[in-house]
Every structure is written in structure tokens, then in C-alpha cells.
């Protein structure tokens, strides 16, 4: 995975050159553990912070939905990274392509959702840049302004999509009419 991820990247590493590293979070989620035994390894380490639990639940519960009864999901790592969440995961044994798909979208969809919510505590929060980049509500922000919300497009099997905030899932982008040449707006 995936285009859509370093199209994310681009945009949000656009004339910022350098960045610290920042120490990793470790969380271990017992209350999602439980919820989907089949889904989390016991012995698997979120590499990410414990206000994403919400993200987290969201992103399991769409990848139950997706996978056939008797295939198993191999998670690799779930992480954090230039301040959202990443999840590396895939079926096992032979699926569909729509299942493929599926899978894509949830992770897609945790990794926009996760721009929203703060990553320690879960509240509203907002991509900051802390020396890092990392999204946080107003208590853990160190001071550090918002950054510009990310336009949540993103394309998927060759069709583009935006995040709905309302719906918190992804529409297709509809295509504009074309501006007349030699108008200004
Ligand atoms: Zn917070």
C-alpha cells in the first residue's frame, strides 16, 4: 500500500524539508483485543498513541464487515506516521478483489479519520507541527497552531475520493464543469 498514502505524504511534506523524529508510542489496546480476537495477534504493539482507540474500533469493525467468514487477516503493524495512522494488514489466502479493495478503504479511511482526533486523548484535535508532525486537541498541543486541514482526497482503484466529514466516508469526487476559457472568478 499504496498511492493514496504517499499522495497524502506529498501534500503534507510540501516544503517541509526536515523534520525531527519523534519517540514512539506504544499502546496496547486490551478493550479492542478482546472485541476482535480474530482480527489482533495478543502479543500485538500499537505503535501509536491511545486517543486513536475510537479510529481503531472504526477500522476493525470495517474490516469484520469485509472479510468472508473463514478468512483470517494478517495485521502487520498499525503505526503512526507524519502525524496519522497507518495501518499495514492484509487477508490471508486467496480473497477478491473487492475484499483487496475493502481492506484499502478501511485503511484509508482510519488514516483520514485519524487527522481528526487527538492521539492522546482522543478529543478533537487537529494536524500540528511540533517540531513534528503530529495531531492533537488544544490541551496537548505544546502551543502548536493547527495546520491546514488535509483535503481528504485520495484515489482508489482509479476513482478519486474526498472524506465526508458527515457521512465519515469516502464519495466519490464528482467532476467540475469546466470554467470557460478566459473567465476569472
Ligand atoms: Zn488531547
Not at 19 to 40: A, C, E, H, S
Not at 54 to 71: C, E, H, R
Not at 97 to 118: G, P, Q, T
Not at 171 to 182: C, F, L, Q, S, Y
Request: proline share 8%; with cysteine.
Amino acid at each position: 500500500m499504496n498511492e493514496a498514502f504517499t499522495s497524502i505524504l506529498l501534500s503534507l511534506q510540501a516544503g517541509v524539508p526536515w523534520r525531527k523524529v519523534k519517540g514512539f508510542q506504544m499502546t496496547d489496546f486490551p478493550n479492542l483485543k478482546t472485541k476482535y480476537p480474530d482480527l489482533i495477534p495478543a502479543r500485538m504493539d500499537f505503535e501509536c498513541g491511545p486517543g486513536w482507540e475510537k479510529v481503531l474500533d472504526k477500522y476493525f469493525g470495517d474490516v469484520s464487515a469485509a472479510l468472508p467468514s473463514g478468512t483470517r487477516l494478517r495485521l502487520d503493524k498499525v503505526y503512526e506516521k507524519y502525524g496519522s495512522l497507518r495501518v499495514d494488514a492484509m487477508p490471508e489466502g486467496a480473497v477478491t478483489r473487492s475484499v483487496h479493495l475493502a481492506l484499502d478503504r478501511a485503511e484509508v479511511l482510519a488514516d483520514l479519520r485519524s487527522y481528526r482526533y487527538c492521539e492522546t486523548c482522543g478529543k478533537p484535535g487537529s494536524l500540528r507541527d511540533k517540531s513534528w508532525l503530529s495531531v492533537d486537541c488544544e490541551a496537548h498541543a505544546n502551543g502548536a497552531p493547527p495546520l491546514p486541514p488535509h483535503d481528504g482526497r485520495i484515489t482508489l482503484d482509479g476513482v478519486a475520493y474526498e472524506y465526508d466529514e458527515g457521512l465519515d466516508d469516502l464519495v466519490p469526487i464528482k467532476r467540475r464543469a469546466k470554467r470557460p476559457t478566459g473567465t476569472k472568478r
